[in-house]
């Protein structure tokens, strides 16, 4: 066999055989790649947005707790607020029962002292019927008895 002919058909076998992988094997391999590389860029670009919206998202989650926090100072404060509300309530309740009932007790007091300056007088009417009876030495009828008590109640 012949060097040069066994050469040339070496190459001719070879340039059929790389116009063979680059009409048949080359494109589907490229387009692996093309893919595979727009899959990282795109995985890239979806972890740089996750990260972007964690960020956020944190900075959201404080901002809501410290909402949260001013809400609840607000409320309690509104309850403290409400409770010493309530207590002066009670304190003004308290004190105008203890009136109701001093000014309760008062009437009675003064009913009281009414019904014993009655009692006094009627003790004073009998005795000063008693007594005129007995400078009198006689006995008084019962209408003239009853009549002379009403005046002096009346005079007292």
Known sequence: MNFNATLIGQSITFIFFVWFC????WPPIMNALEMRKKQ??????AADRGKHELELAARKAGDNMRDAKVQAAEVIAQAEKRAAQIIDEAKTAAKDEGERQLAAAKAEIDQEANRARESL?????????????????REVNAQTHADLLGQLKAEL
């Open 22 to 25: 680059m009409k048949y094997v």
């Open 40 to 45: 990282i860029a795109d995985g890239l670009a």
């Open 121 to 137: 007088r009627e003790q004073v009417a009998a005795l000063a019927v008693a007594g005129a009876e007995k400078i009198l030495r």
